[in-house]
């Protein structure tokens, strides 16, 4: 059938009919070559092929309990109305809310807290912002509180807006510390730094968590940053708080974080590898923090099967228990 095929074809025209045959030979002998152990350079191999793949470096992780989740709240967030935070702790804490918190003096206060004065009470807070804010509301969250408190600068101060952009405040900025002395021992983390925007008449970008920061008993810093879950079938909101810290790159070593919500998380939702489909979500691409795939998955890629962004490191979200 093919021979003559190829005969009529050569009487057509001789010249494509070689072309032809040329090609097709070339072909059948780089697939045997590469069977057989060579290395074809060639577009016969898939880019996804586990052999040309380098394994993703893994990062050393350091688990840690935080006692503190911030959230903004429901109802109308506006620096007129106020707005509604949503803490969840482990332990009783005090939660301080500064107004209108000059930037320099944040920054000041968090650098304080690494070199001199452990920040780890709200007085310590008071001290190291030296009054560099509009107003300051203190809420006492005790370990089972669950509802919304609601912060508002009072009509008194007269404040409205915080100036036209580049701004040197920042609307809000919400300070979690434990309230009980000997907790401060327990955990590891001391106190939690939110810095929240509220939009106001002059920046009507709507609320948001822009930053927020865990200071450790031993004077460093974390940034929180959430992790992007693969959604699950039947839960598709994100999870709580599975949070994952890193510590600013400046520091030694770098270890990172994650928070032990993550647990909880886990077992009530779904939670497959989008690759297989068969084995649980167990591990965070860096530098997206997609947690996406499995363990054995993740040997498979180097670009992030949600976004296509270059994988340089993964961590594991949870370790099999050491025997
Ligand atoms: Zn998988
Ligand atoms: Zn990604």
Redo the contacts with the bound molecule.
Sequence with gaps: MATVFLVTLYEYSPLFSIGAVSLCFIITAAILLGRFGFHVPAILHSSDEPESITPTPEKHMVQVTNPFALDLGSGPANVIDGVSLKPCCLDSCVLSCFWGCEVIALQRALQTHQHNLKLCSPQHFLQALQHHYHYCQTFQICEDHREEVRTRIPDEHHITDFGPLPRDRYPLVAVLTLAKEEARNIYNIVANVTVIHVPDDKYNLSARILFQYLLTSQRTMFELKPL?MSAGAEDTSPPPDPELVSRPSSLEENPEVAGDEWDEWSERSSRDCVICQNAAVNRV?LP???A?VCDHCVTHFQH??????F?LESFVLDRPAEP
């Design positions: 992007f691409l997206c923090r997609h996406c992030c099967p949600i976004c296509r962004a994988v």
